[in-house]
């Protein structure tokens, strides 16, 4: 069969072959107010009793044997830019792929999805996803961010009409997304391109 006739979850598996790898998302999160502890919680366990499902759903249920979600929680993170999550995820790709010297410059899509992009979940982020009965994934948003893509510097940030560029490093998608065929979506950098949708508007999937 070949890669494009694989389902997501084939993929994964496909990709996990060769040795000890994992797969999975490193998710920040960026609001420490003491009222949103309880949802935070509710969140995570929602968030990843859904992956668990659709890949017990997926024809490869056995991907989730290597699902690693890292979850990244430092109160120094409360309103923190996207510069400096940035910074962290870097340092944590470095860490964990064994390329210290990985930089910019280099093809950070040889890393994998998961040391590619990251997941940020704001106050917004967190509060969008709030309802009566408690956390409602397909109701709400979350940040999802390229790591390896610098903002534009202040030279660069508008056009020559003054208008501000977008630097197209990150978006909104439905909080339900955080799924594997989310990250599959974006193991090929050209479909982040053809999937951007500009912020506030959340981009609904595609794939």
């Known amino acids: 069969m070949e890669w494009d006739d694989l389902s997501p979850a084939r993929q994964i598996q496909w990709i996990l072959e060769p040795g000890d790898i994992k797969w999975g998302w490193v998710i920040y999160r960026c609001t420490y107010k003491p009222e949103l502890q309880g949802p935070w919680e509710k969140f995570k366990n929602v968030v990843e009793c ?77 509060v969008s996803c709030l309802c009566e009965a408690g956390v409602n994934l397909h109701g709400g948003h979350v940040n999802i961010v390229r790591g390896w893509a610098d903002g534009l510097a202040p030279e660069e940030a508008t056009d020559e009409f003054g208008d501000a560029l977008d630097a197209e490093d990150w978006m909104k998608i439905p909080a339900s997304e955080i799924t594997h065929s989310t990250y599959m979506e974006f193991d090929n950098d050209e479909l982040w391109y053809i999937n951007y949708t500009q912020p506030p508007n959340v981009c609904y999937p595609r794939w």
């Open 50 to 126: 859904k992956i668990r499902k659709d890949i017990a759903d997926s024809d490869a249920p056995d991907i989730a044997e290597k699902l690693d979600l890292v979850w990244v929680e430092d109160s120094q993170l409360e309103g923190a830019p996207l510069s400096e999550l940035k910074r962290r995820f870097r340092e944590l790709a470095r860490t964990d792929t064994q390329h210290p010297d990985f930089d910019i410059g280099a093809d950070p899509f040889g890393l994998g999805t998961m040391h590619s992009y990251f997941i940020q979940v704001d106050e917004e982020s967190l």
